[in-house]
């Protein structure tokens, strides 16, 4: 293969070996390849995957947590053609049935003992989706209508390796990589559709202004989610850095993980740094091995930052912004910004992407005052899947998507996030959105009417609060909707209070007065 950047994620399992051969590519328990022995492994999933029947423009779903499985499955789908369906690990069943039946997946990659759930049991409580031929089990027992991960592998043979070679020089920089699933104001969950070209080039920036090379990176951040997946594994293989993938964000696993493996970048949100730096034993760990952070979603404070820098030793510290609709990045710190722009702003549009501060009408408002953060680029998503009037109302025709999100860009264009345009409240750095877990929560035999806020949470940052009319002559219980919430949908999701109320307010136009529900919700927790 040739010296030059990589335009597909294909192209970029090759570039990786065969510049980074014998460094160490991933480590995972026993498991320490080098990135010539982890292409291996990927090229013998891609050919089972061939012999399985995986075609190109397939879907295959992965539900699980960090792992070199989890890497190996979805690289091997890529070499193979097909489309990586990540689902979040905190899903229920009938979420990640949702999310499997809407994309049509033909195959799904799980696991049966994390954090002592059974996924597949969970998936089987439901109407298994019509589409899906064969469930994989990467770890944990595994149910007689399943195939263990090994069984698959074994299905490869020297004629399908053949075929991995043509298939993954079929694939092309404008073909599908990712279908990535987010939740929706407007209820259900909503697959963006994500190219190789576009993934590849953002993470290339991405890995360039914060300057990963040859690092060994423990990614905390799941592999579901854009960071983990693009600003994790992929950036690894752009860059020559170790994957190391860490299951469960937990501050002490993650303290100790850093002497051992001689961690050099550790992404997170700032609450994983804060406590860290508030550990009684800090000064008996060797952190000498940090080098750079990347951190964001939450307001920071600028001590943290300094502090950061001079007793954790990090070198470079960085904060962005991005979405799944733009391939998960827009905006990027530069690691050499004064730490009051780094703790207060999301930076500024990284090369080839445009982001600007529009008011209703779609037109710029000055520098300094508030309105709709809009994106345009390469990096812009080619649309939801099977769903154009949810595409046509985020992306406008002049080719802006729309974040619905408020900011206010500074004169050198870092822009602060302020707000949210509708109702979307972030549940310990998960956006949850009061439309689904409303549809949700209608399934529930004693709900007429529902409706949900996001309240304040010195924990979690906001947490939901939800106002439910009873159905007639029924009596539901607080308690027993919060359990049956928590049981049915992930746990970012269930509101953690519920008020029985006789009526929801109303405008002139029959909608929702959520403002007038918050005020009542915070009212209500303080007295």
């Known amino acids: 293969m040739t010296s030059q950047e990589p335009t ?18 991933i480590v995972d328990g026993e498991v320490r390849w080098t990135f010539s022995e982890l292409r291996t492994r990927i090229r013998e999933a891609s050919a089972a995957l061939i012999a399985s029947g995986i075609a190109p423009g397939d879907r295959v779903g992965i539900w699980a947590p960090n792992c070199w499985e989890w890497a190996v499955a979805a690289l091997g789908t890529h070499l193979a053609g097909g489309i990586v369906v990540p689902i979040n690990t905190r899903f229920k069943g009938r979420e990640a049935a949702y999310v499997l039946n809407t994309a049509r997946a033909r195959m799904l990659f799980t696991v049966t ?170 000064a008996t760990f060797d952190f000498s091995t940090l080098r750079l952070a990347v951190t964001g979603a939450a307001a920071i404070p600028v001590e943290m930052i300094l502090q950061m820098r001079d007793r954790l030793g990090f070198e470079k510290v960085v904060t962005g912004y991005g979405l799944t609709e733009s391939t998960g990045i827009a905006t990027m710190c530069r690691h050499d910004d004064d730490p009051g722009i780094i703790a207060s702003t999301s930076g500024r549009a990284i090369d080839g992407v445009e982001v600007c501060i529009v008011d209703p009408t779609g037109t710029e408002v000055p520098r300094g005052e508030p309105g709709e953060i809009v994106v345009r680029g390469y990096n812009v998503m080619v649309g939801y899947l099977d769903d154009p009037t949810r595409t046509a109302e985020a992306i406008d025709a002049d080719g802006w998507l729309h974040t619905g999100d408020i900011g206010v860009m500074d004169p050198d264009g870092n822009i602060n996030i302020t707000d949210r345009v509708k109702d979307m409240f972030i549940n310990g750095g998960f956006n949850a959105y009061p439309a689904e877990i409303e549809n949700l929560m209608m399934n529930h035999p004693s709900i007429a009417q529902v409706a949900v806020v996001g309240v304040p949470d010195p924990r979690l940052g906001e947490v939901g609060y939800a106002f439910v009319v009873p159905a007639a002559g029924t009596d539901p219980q607080p308690a027993e909707l919060i359990a049956w919430c928590r049981s049915e949908m992930a746990n970012y999701k269930a509101p953690r209070f519920v008020t029985i109320t006789d009526a929801l307010p109303l405008n002139a136009s029959g909608k929702v007065l959520k403002y007038e529900l918050r005020d009542q919700a915070v009212a209500l927790m303080e007295g």
């Open 113 to 282: 003992d994390f954090l002592d759930t059974d996924y597949v049991a969970l998936l089987t409580e439901t109407d298994l989706p019509a589409s899906i031929e064969e469930i994989v089990v990467l770890r944990g027992s595994v149910p007689a209508t399943c195939s263990s991960f090994t069984d698959l592998l074994a299905r490869a043979t020297t004629a399908d390796l053949d075929q991995v070679d043509e298939r993954a020089a079929a694939v092309g920089a404008d073909d599908l990589c990712n279908i990535m699933f987010t939740s929706g104001t407007t209820g259900s969950p909503k697959g963006a559709m994500l190219t190789h070209g576009a993934t590849c080039r953002a993470f290339r920036a991405w890995s360039d202004v914060i300057g990963l090379d040859r690092d060994r990176y423990l990614i905390i951040n799941p592999f579901f989610h854009s960071f983990g997946l693009n600003a994790g594994i992929l950036a690894c293989l752009m860059t020559g850095s170790t994957i190391i993938p860490h299951p469960v964000f937990d501050v002490p696993s993650v303290m100790q993980r850093i002497p051992e493996e001689r961690i050099s970048m550790l992404p997170g949100p700032p609450a994983i740094y804060q406590t860290i730096l508030n550990h009684p034993d800090l």
């Open 8 to 25: 597909t994620i294909a192209q970029l399992v090759d570039f990786a070996a065969d510049r980074f051969g014998d460094l160490e590519g």
